[in-house]
């Protein structure tokens, strides 16, 4: 069994970069595809970016693309997602998620994380 713990969301400022941890326990876990999604109240979950295993190939949605960058250390089982520029518009609770597969990106998720949320004021 994987288990997925993000952490490092608070309140910032329109503006600011913030980074967002998620640490996976269980076996194998360095051999996991990794992403990130987001949702608001009243808003379907919408998928931000992935990670392959090895961390040469990464995906990513339109709305983050050239602020937000996804890494890994195996080493450490951890994802980060760095983000900068933050906008108001990039509110929400993040999830980290997991996936056993060679498909890249994949189409479902086998692990999700508790969440993280992200406040960005004006």
């Known amino acids: 069994q994987v288990r997925l713990v993000e952490s490092g969301g608070k309140l910032v400022q329109t503006g600011d970069s913030l980074r967002l941890s998620c640490a996976a326990s269980?076996?194998?876990?360095?051999?996991?595809?990794m992403g990130w999604f987001r949702q608001t109240p009243g808003k379907e979950r919408e998928f931000v970016n992935a990670?392959?295993?090895?961390?040469?190939?990464?995906s990513y949605a339109d709305s983050v693309k050239g602020r937000f960058t996804i890494s890994r250390d195996n080493a450490k089982n951890t994802v980060y997602l760095q983000m900068n520029s933050l906008k108001p518009e990039d509110t929400a609770v993040y999830y980290c998620?997991?996936?056993?597969?060679?498909?890249?990106?994949?189409?479902?998720?086998?692990?999700w994380g508790q969440g993280t949320q992200v406040t960005v004021s004006l």
């Open positions: 990670i392959s295993a090895s961390g040469s190939s990464t």
């Open positions: 269980g076996p194998s876990s360095g051999r996991l595809i």
């Open positions: 998620a997991a996936h056993w597969g060679e498909h890249f990106p994949p189409d479902e998720y086998d692990y």
